[in-house]
Structure formats: C-alpha cells, structure tokens
C-alpha cells in the first residue's frame, strides 16, 4: 500500500528548469519509480524510470534534458526538468511499482499520483 504526492511544478519561461518531487508515504525502498506526463491532447508519455537499484531507464521523451533520481532515506523521487519548452507543458504523474525492474507494462504500476502541472509560457 503506497501514497504518492507530486509537488514542484509550476508555471516557468522557456528555457527554465524545475526539481519535481514524488514523496511516497511507504517503504520506498521496495519500488521501483517512473514519472510519466499527459500532455495535452496527446497519449500519456512515460519519461524515466528508476529501481530500486538505482538503474535508470530513461525514455524518448526524456530527450536528454530530464533525469530521475531517488533518495530512499527521504521517501522521495525527483525529477529534474532543464531547458524546458512550450512543448513540455503538461501534468507530471508519478507511479510505483513492486518490483526490482522497471517494466513496461502498465499494469506493474500499482500506484499512481495525482500528478503536478508544468506549464511552459512566454
């Protein structure tokens, strides 16, 4: 049983940069963690993911610019967004699954936040 809360987004200029946060009221420890977002009018997206090893996967979305961490002893898994564009505008969902991996498919994800907004604008 696990609670995600998102917070950190926010509304930035072009080119800014964020640390969403994903602190989870559990054992973090035992899950790995992906961030995913919905942008507007497009299928949701997942970004990264991290194990509970630290292993990252990192997704075509991240494009090089976002990058996922964790810190078991906070409870906590971040999202470091940089250089963001009008185009990364969209709500930003955490999710947890049970398992040493970080696999694809969706229904390994047995919790969900209620997600941040990120809005990019000039």
């Known amino acids: 049983q696990l609670r995600l809360v998102e917070s950190g987004g926010g509304v930035v200029l072009p080119g800014g940069s964020l640390r969403l946060s994903c602190v989870v009221s559990?054992?973090?420890?035992?899950?790995?963690i992906a961030w995913f977002r919905q942008v507007p009018r497009q299928v949701r997206e997942e970004i990264a993911c991290i194990t509970t090893d630290n292993i990252i996967y990192n997704y075509k979305s991240a494009e090089n610019r976002f990058a996922i961490s964790r810190d078991d002893a906070k409870s906590t898994v971040y999202l470091q967004v940089n250089d963001l564009k009008l185009d990364d505008t969209a709500v930003y969902i955490c999710?947890?699954?049970?398992?040493?991996?970080?696999?694809?498919?969706?229904?390994?994800?047995?919790?969900w936040g209620q997600g941040t907004q990120v809005t990019v604008s000039s």
């Open positions: 999710a947890a699954q049970q398992s040493v991996h970080c696999s694809k498919r969706l229904d390994f994800f047995s919790t």
């Open positions: 559990g054992v973090l420890n035992y899950f790995s």
